[in-house]
C-alpha cells in the first residue's frame, strides 16, 4: 500500500499506521476496522494455565512487533501486573503449532480459527481481548488508503466506505441468511458463524466511523518507540480523514 501497488490496506494496526506516518509514508486512515477486539488468547487443555495471572514466568504469543495483538499484550501485562513474557509467533496458524508443541504458553487467536479444536477440548480460553479495559476503548486495527490514491480517486475510496457501511448494516440484520453467507465465506458451521458474532464481534466493535482512544494509542506507541513523540492535532487531521456518511 505504501509502495502504491494497492491502494487500501485492511486490519493495519492503528499504532503501525502513525509509525509508517510519522516516518514520511503516504498512510492516510479512511476507517476504523476494530475498536476493542475479537482476539482471544488461549491454552492447551493439559496446561495449569486457566487465566491470566496463571501466565507469570509462562510465555504469551502475539502476532508480529507493531501489531494490534502486541498492543493487547501489552495492555494485559500493564493492567494485571503480569510477568510473562511475550514472544512473536506470526498468525494464528503458526501460533497454534507453537502451543500445541509446547514453544509458547499461551497463543492467541482471532475467531472462527481455533474455535473447532476448543468445542473439541484441546484448548480453552485464557482471556479475550476486551477484558482489558484499555483495549475495549480503542481502535486497534484501522482501514488506511495510499495518500495519492485518496486524492486522486476520492470519490471512489468514499463510494467504498458507503458500501462497506452497508455491509455491516447486513451482517448484523434480523435476516438469518446472514449466517449461511457468513458460513460459507469460512466454511464452518451457521451456529459457530453465529457464535463467532455474537460472542465475538459486537456491532460497536467494527463501527468505520470514529478512531477511539487515539491519545492512548499514540501513547502506547511512543512506548514501545513506535513514535519518538505523540502527533500534533495537525499531524491526525491529515492521517485520519474517513469520508462522512452518504445515506
Known amino acids: 500500500m505504501i509502495a502504491g501497488s494497492v491502494e487500501l490496506g485492511f486490519a493495519v494496526g492503528t499504532q503501525g499506521a502513525m509509525a509508517a506516518y510519522a516516518k514520511g509514508a503516504p498512510v492516510r486512515i479512511v476507517g476504523a476496522e476494530a475498536t476493542g477486539a475479537a482476539d482471544y488468547w488461549y491454552a492447551k487443555t493439559s496446561s495449569a494455565i486457566r487465566a491470566l495471572q496463571d501466565t507469570n514466568g509462562r510465555t504469551i504469543a502475539f502476532s508480529t512487533n507493531g501489531s494490534s495483538t502486541q498492543s493487547i499484550v501489552r495492555a494485559f501485562i500493564d493492567e494485571f501486573k503480569l510477568t510473562a513474557r511475550t514472544m512473536a509467533t506470526g ?8 502451543v500445541m508443541t509446547d514453544q509458547v504458553d499461551v497463543g492467541w487467536a482471532s475467531p472462527p480459527f481455533g474455535l473447532k479444536e476448543i468445542e473439541a477440548g ?24 495510499n495518500a495519492r490514491a485518496l486524492e486522486q480517486r476520492k470519490d471512489a475510496i468514499s463510494r467504498f466506505m458507503d458500501d462497506y457501511r452497508e455491509t455491516i448494516e447486513y451482517m448484523y440484520s434480523d435476516n438469518p441468511q446472514v449466517f449461511k453467507d457468513y458460513a460459507a465465506f469460512v466454511q464452518v458451521p451457521e451456529a459457530m458463524a453465529k457464535r ?52
Open 91 to 98: 498468525n494464528p496458524s503458526a501460533t497454534l503449532t507453537a
Open 122 to 145: 484441546q484448548i480453552r480460553v485464557v482471556a479475550k481481548a476486551t477484558d482489558s479495559a484499555l483495549v475495549r476503548g480503542q481502535t486497534i486495527r484501522v482501514i488506511v488508503a
Open 196 to 247: 463467532v458474532r455474537d460472542e465475538f464481534f459486537p456491532k460497536a466493535l467494527v463501527n468505520p466511523d470514529k478512531i477511539e482512544g487515539v491519545e492512548s494509542v499514540m501513547n502506547e506507541a511512543v512506548h514501545l518507540k513506535f513514535i519518538n513523540a505523540p502527533l500534533t492535532q495537525k499531524q491526525l487531521d491529515e492521517l485520519i480523514q474517513i469520508p462522512p456518511r452518504r445515506n
